[in-house]
């Protein structure tokens, strides 16, 4: 892993850059291993093999057991068809390894295998076999429902898994303060540029720099967020943004996903020119705003649960993942020094906006004691707002902060009375 300080840079074995020759060959051996993902194969073949069990309705709302284990005839077809859609994934997984269609269908199999009772061992059922074609006749239709839409995630996802799918949220503003995936809320000392996001799908770079000369907290004033090319759906995109310059456009002049037929699921709307940018990538279950307060750039996901998890054993370093790493994180005794504003004073301001004493509210006081700047209220409140916007268990909106530097856990009801408890017990002794 090299420095998280850099930006990505091509790796070379022996320190010298590849030749012109094995640029070409490695983009041909690119290409060929992306022209072998059958993974629409598979599915078709899936699809084939239950025309005859639907009667009108989906696979997945078959009802009984399954696998020969005291299901009806339905669903025992249902397994089989399952077990033969199982094999032909595994057959194309290393080719398939950055295709999300192919990771959509390795859960969905598993999910219909334990809905409908379906044992892993036992016979297959291959695609039904299509009939000979009448003279004069054109090519034989299914009359089952039209194929999901490759580039819509969330319609996809649910036809297969017969369930909307799962979000995660993730959030950097202010020093920045990092809201990640599991719900960890850090303040960071970083410097230069850090991943938030780096994935099959997404890579999301934030280069910070000082709020002020000597001072260890730093601020974002560059974000690069690249789409990468993904099959039919969109060519790759680069969005980069840096304090006092919002594009309301990707790098090449674009506001979608290119030529492509699903060029349209990538989609970019600024709902405040120079300050507020959003981008939404359908065809990934993504939506991304990028917002511009008091000399900073703050970022907020909502992303499906495939796509964040699909990254290597070398892709560990993202904040949005891991949090800030433990020699980057502010320690308490740091974020209590004083700054350019008594901290009552920062108290007040934020309190007018973040009535609940959580860690958005913290992380205001400490930005607005720091930098001077009251603007950093507004940094917080469209934080938290983003998060009430993205969070798919609102319970776990509020976190609030330990005093022993571990990640912050989400408040519950009980909280408030256990504290109140407390101290009336202290002050009875």
Not at 34 to 46: M, P, V, W
Not at 111 to 127: E, F
Not at 192 to 208: E, I
């Amino acid at each position: 892993m090299g420095d998280p300080g850099q930006s990505p840079s091509p790796r070379s074995t022996h320190g010298s850059p590849p030749t012109l020759s094995t640029l070409t060959l490695l983009l041909l051996l690119c290409g060929h291993a992306h022209s072998q993902c059958k993974i629409l194969r598979c599915n078709a073949e899936y699809v084939s093999s239950t025309l005859s069990l639907r009667g009108g309705g989906s696979p997945g709302a078959l009802r009984g057991g399954g696998g020969g284990r005291g299901g009806g005839v339905g669903s025992i077809g249902l397994c089989r068809a399952l077990r033969s859609y199982a094999v032909c994934t595994r057959r194309t997984a290393r080719t398939c390894r950055g295709d999300l269609a192919f990771h959509s269908a390795v859960h969905g199999i598993e999910d219909l295998m334990i809905q409908h009772n379906c044992s892993r061992q036992g016979p297959t059922a291959p695609p039904q076999p299509r009939g000979p074609a009448l003279p004069g006749a054109g090519p034989i239709r299914s009359s089952g429902p039209p194929a999901p839409d490759p580039c819509d995630y969330e319609g996809r996802f649910s036809r297969l898994h017969g369930r909307p799918p799962g979000f995660l949220h993730c959030a950097s503003f202010g020093d920045p303060h990092v809201r990640s995936f599991h719900h960890h809320f850090h303040t960071c000392r970083v410097q230069g540029a850090w991943p938030l996001l780096d994935n099959d799908f997404l890579f999301v770079q934030a280069t910070s720099s000082p709020v002020a000369s000597g001072a260890n907290a730093t601020t974002t004033r560059k974000l690069t967020i690249i789409f990468k090319n993904m099959q039919e759906c969109i060519d790759q995109k680069v969005y980069q943004a840096e304090v006092d310059n919002l594009p309301a456009a990707f790098e090449d002049g674009s506001i979608n996903g290119g030529d492509r037929p699903g060029g349209s699921s990538l989609s970019i709307r600024t709902a405040n020119l120079g300050s507020h940018v959003e981008i939404r990538a359908a065809y990934i279950g993504t939506t991304i705003i990028i917002r511009q307060t008091a000399g900073q750039l703050s970022f907020s996901i909502k992303v499906a649960e495939d796509v964040a998890r699909a990254f290597s054993a070398e892709q560990d370093l993202q904040l949005c993942v891991g949090g800030c790493p433990p020699s980057q994180r502010l320690s308490r005794s740091e974020r209590n020094r004083r700054g350019a504003i008594t901290l009552d004073t920062a108290r007040q301001l934020c309190k007018e906006g973040l009535p609940v004493e959580d860690a958005y509210f913290h992380s205001c006081v400490f930005d607005v004691s720091i930098s001077g700047d009251p603007n950093f209220t507004v940094a917080a409140q469209a934080a938290l707002e983003d998060a009430r916007a993205f969070l798919p268990d609102l319970e776990k909106l509020h976190l609030f902060p330990s005093d022993t530097g571990v990640p912050l856990s989400s408040a519950t009801p009980l909280a408030p009375l256990l504290s109140g408890l407390f101290v009336l017990w202290l002050s009875i002794q």
